[in-house]
């Protein structure tokens, strides 16, 4: 069952400006990953970040968890058209299934 | 990291009719699962496809409409049975290596039923 929800829906900005986006999930967890698709195609892997950890950067990209209020934000700065793409939260707890969030769509503006 | 193939990328199919869905890995793992993302939706696990027993089904999927073979520790077919339109979807498979519960993906198989 979907166990995250994901605000904003959509999201529309400027190229070179920063986009954020939040995950809310129910249950404990031991990770959180988070997912990029473009147009409707396969999922890209962009970072996971376990239960005992508050903060991970890769490249442009920043994760943030909150365990204590079951939420997470992506922050994707200097943003670019190839950043247009729909980007998923998804959790597991121990046995590796993976409970995907509703989903946030961007749009980035040339 | 994984590379991960499928067949076939995309498909229209007529009603009452089945397909059956390949994925392959370029390396041997234990885990694999195939999800479904319907139209506009996120996405829902299927199953988990065990090697050598049968596959772990999440509750609202039945092996008699999506049986799932994982003959080896690089590749299972998912069969979707008797499909109405209701079944147009992208499914995907994904794979755990191992290395510190990352999961990749294939890039999906988009059906359409109709």
Known sequence: ?110 | SAVISQKPSRDICQRGTSLTIQCQVDSQVTMMFWYRQQPGQSLTLIATANQGSEATYESGFVIDKFPISRPNLTFSTLTVSNMSPEDSSIYLCSVDTGEGDTQYFGPGTRLTVL
């Not at chain 1, 979907?2 to 605000?7: H, R």
């Not at chain 1, 939420?71 to 200097?78: D, Y």
């Open chain 1, 1 to 110: 069952s979907q166990q995250g929800e994901e605000d904003p829906q959509a999201l529309s900005i400027q190229e070179g400006e920063n986009a954020t986006m939040n995950c809310s999930y129910k249950t404990s967890i031991n990770n959180l990953q988070w997912y990029r698709q473009n147009s409707g195609r396969g999922l890209v892997h962009l970072i996971l970040i376990r239960s005992n950890e508050r903060e991970k950067h890769s490249g442009r990209l920043r994760v943030t968890l909150d365990t204590s209020k079951k939420s997470s934000s992506l922050l994707i700065t200097a943003s670019r058209a190839a950043d247009t793409a729909s980007y998923f939260c998804a959790t597991s707890l121990n046995d590796y299934k993976l409970s995907f969030g509703a989903g946030t769509t961007v749009t980035v503006r040339a």
